[in-house]
């Protein structure tokens, strides 16, 4: 029980980068590797064997880098999320319509019927957002990516 309650509160974050290069109206991809707070639930961790059903219950994406950059410049998100060699990829959270003023922090709906079990007990995940861009941006953007979790206690032997 104390396992799943410390895995629900600390998220994994990332900072993914948008690059002055990306193009305009095409689906783009920026990779990065994530990690929680926590880090003892992975498979050879004490505490991954008494934790299950790990899902994404909250995503929230960040511009950090320029700090005021807009991300209603990006009109679609598409988060996943998969092992460090991209196998086993999962589309987690998404934002098929963001609003051209949305500010620099947008929060994006989940599936949390998508069990990530043997993903979230790596000792860190690779995330993928792929996005499309409205306009076109001046300079490298940085984001930052939390992703929530919750997970239940494992049934016992």
């Known amino acids: 029980m104390v396992q799943s309650m410390v895995k629900s509160t600390l998220p994994y974050t990332t900072t993914l980068t948008i690059p002055a290069s990306a193009v305009v109206g095409t689906q783009q991809s920026a990779i990065s590797m994530a990690k929680s707070f926590e ?5 050879s961790g004490k505490g991954g064997q008494y934790i299950t059903q790990v899902s994404v219950i909250s995503a929230k994406l960040m511009s950090t880098e320029p700090a ?3 991300l209603g410049n990006l009109s679609s998100v598409k988060i996943y999320v998969s092992k460090t060699d991209g196998q086993d990829e999962v ?3 998404f934002r098929t319509d963001i609003v051209g003023d949305a500010g620099n922090n947008i929060v994006l709906d989940t599936d949390n019927k998508i069990f990530l079990d043997r993903l979230i007990k790596e000792k860190e995940i690779r995330v993928r957002m792929a996005y499309t861009l409205r306009q076109k941006v001046d300079t490298d953007v940085n984001v930052f990516l939390a992703l929530g979790v919750n997970a239940y206690p494992a049934g016992r032997d």
Do not use: D, E, M, R
Not at 39 to 43: A, C, G, L
């Open 91 to 93: 589309l987690v959270a």
């Open 39 to 43: 880090q003892n639930f992975s498979i």
């Open 68 to 70: 005021t950059y807009n």
